[in-house]
C-alpha cells in the first residue's frame, strides 16, 4: 500500500511557482522521497528524489522537513506543460513502488 | 539517459489471443523490472517484480500464469498476457533500475484493448 497522502488536485497560475505537499508520517530511515508526473496516456516522468537533505535539479526542487514526515515539490515558474498528475513516493532504493492516487496540478493560463 | 522504450504502444486483439509486451533499458542495464497496470482515471498497480534471471514476484491478487513475465536479460524483460479478456483491457506500464541508487525510469506504457 502506499505510504503517502497528497491533495486530490490543486490549481496555479501560470508563470506562479506550484508548491504540491506530501505526507509521509510513516517513512523509514532507508528511505528515500520520490517524486513523478503523469501526462495523460504516458508513463510516469521522473523528477527528483531525496533522502533528508533539500534537493534541486533543473526542473524542480524538493524540500524536506527535518522529522522527514513530508515534503513538498517545487515548481519555481508552472508553464501550461506541467499541468500533471504528481505522484509521491516513499521507497528503498531499487525496491517496489506503491502509488498513491496523486494530486492532479492544473496550470492556468 | 536512462530510457526505457516499451513495444508495442497501442495493441488490439480478439479475446482468448495471448499478447506479449516488450520492456527495454536503451542505455543502461536494468538488474531490476517492474510491470504496473493502470486503468482509467485510477493511479499504477503494481504487478510484479522482474530481476534478471530469476523468476518474478507476483503482487497479491496478481494472477502469474495469466501474466507472464521473462527478463532473460539486463535490456529486456517481457509480459505476456495469456488467453486476454476484455477485462484485462489496460494501460500496461513498465520501469526500470540499474544501479541501486538510480531511481526508476518509466515506459511510455502500452494500451492492449481485447474485443
Known amino acids: 500500500d502506499a505510504k503517502t497522502t497528497q491533495p486530490t488536485s490543486m490549481d496555479c497560475a501560470e508563470g506562479r511557482a506550484a508548491n504540491l505537499p506530501c505526507n509521509h508520517s510513516t517513512i523509514s530511515g532507508n528511505e528515500y522521497v520520490y517524486w513523478y508526473r503523469q501526462i495523460h ?33 517545487i515548481l ?29 496540478l492544473t496550470v492556468i493560463p | 539517459g536512462a530510457v526505457v522504450s516499451q513495444h508495442p504502444s497501442w495493441v488490439i486483439c480478439k479475446s482468448g489471443t495471448s ?3 516488450e520492456c527495454r533499458s536503451l542505455d543502461f542495464q ?3 523490472m517492474f510491470w504496473y497496470r493502470q486503468f482509467p482515471k485510477q493511479s499504477l498497480m503494481l504487478m510484479a517484480t522482474s530481476n534478471e534471471g530469476s523468476k518474478a514476484t507476483y503482487e497479491q491478487g496478481v494472477e502469474k500464469d495469466k501474466f507472464l513475465i521473462n527478463h532473460a536479460s539486463l535490456t529486456l524483460s ?20 540499474g544501479q541501486v541508487d538510480q531511481p526508476q525510469h518509466f515506459g511510455d506504457g502500452t494500451r492492449l484493448s481485447i474485443l
Do not use: W
Not at chain 1, 76 to 104: E, K, M, W
Open chain 2, 30 to 32: 536494468a538488474t531490476t
Open chain 2, 19 to 21: 499478447v506479449k509486451i
Open chain 1, 41 to 73: 496516456s504516458q508513463g510516469p516522468q521522473y523528477i527528483i528524489h531525496g533522502l533528508k537533505n533539500n534537493e534541486t535539479n533543473e526542473m524542480a526542487s524538493l524540500i524536506i522537513t527535518e522529522d522527514r514526515k513530508s515534503s513538498t515539490l
Open chain 2, 78 to 97: 517481457t509480459l505476456t498476457v495469456t488467453s486476454a479478456h476484455p477485462e484485462d483491457s489496460s494501460f500496461y506500464i513498465c520501469s526500470a533500475t
Open chain 1, 76 to 104: 519555481p515558474h508552472a508553464t501550461l506543460r506541467d499541468t500533471a498528475v504528481y505522484y509521491c513516493i516513499v521507497s528503498s532504493p531499487g525496491n517496489q513502488f506503491y502509488f498513491g492516487t496523486g494530486t492532479s
